[in-house]
C-alpha cells in the first residue's frame, strides 16, 4: 500500500485544518487506518485510529477536537483540526494496518500551529 499525506501548513492557534492521505495498491487488506505525530525531540504517538468497521479512538489531547473520517470511493483517510494549539505543531504521518500485519507509513505533512 502506497500512502500519500498532504494538508499541512502553518495556522494560528484555534484555527482549524484538514489532512488528507490518498491510498493506493492493496486497499482491500487494509484493517486499520491512523494518524500519528512526531514533535522535535519527542517520540511518535498515536493521534486517532479508525477500524475497517468504523470504530474510532483518539489521544486523549485530541479529544473532541480532531476527528478522523475516511472517503471509501476515493480512499482517502482525513484529520479535521479545529481548535488547534500550540501543542498540536508537529509532523504528522498516516499509516495502515494490514490483515497480514504489515504495516505502512506516509512521508508525514509538517503542522506548524503558531500562538
Known amino acids: 500500500v502506497q500512502l500519500q499525506a498532504c494538508g499541512g501548513g502553518l495556522v494560528q492557534a484555534g484555527g482549524s485544518l484538514r489532512l488528507s492521505c490518498a491510498a493506493s495498491g492493496m486497499i482491500f487488506g487494509i484493517t486499520t487506518w491512523s494518524w500519528y505525530r512526531q514533535a522535535p525531540g519527542n517520540k511518535r504517538e498515536l493521534v486517532a485510529r479508525m477500524t475497517s468497521s468504523g470504530i474510532r479512538n483518539y489521544a486523549d489531547s485530541v479529544k473532541g477536537r480532531f476527528t478522523i473520517s475516511k472517503d471509501n470511493a476515493e480512499n482517502t483517510l482525513f484529520l479535521q483540526m479545529i481548535s488547534v494549539e500550540p501543542e498540536d505543531t508537529a509532523v504528522y504521518y498516516c499509516?495502515?494496518?494490514?490483515?497480514?500485519?504489515?504495516?505502512?507509513w506516509g512521508q508525514g505533512t509538517q503542522v506548524t500551529v503558531s500562538s
Open positions: 499509516n495502515v494496518d494490514l490483515f497480514n500485519k504489515a504495516t505502512c
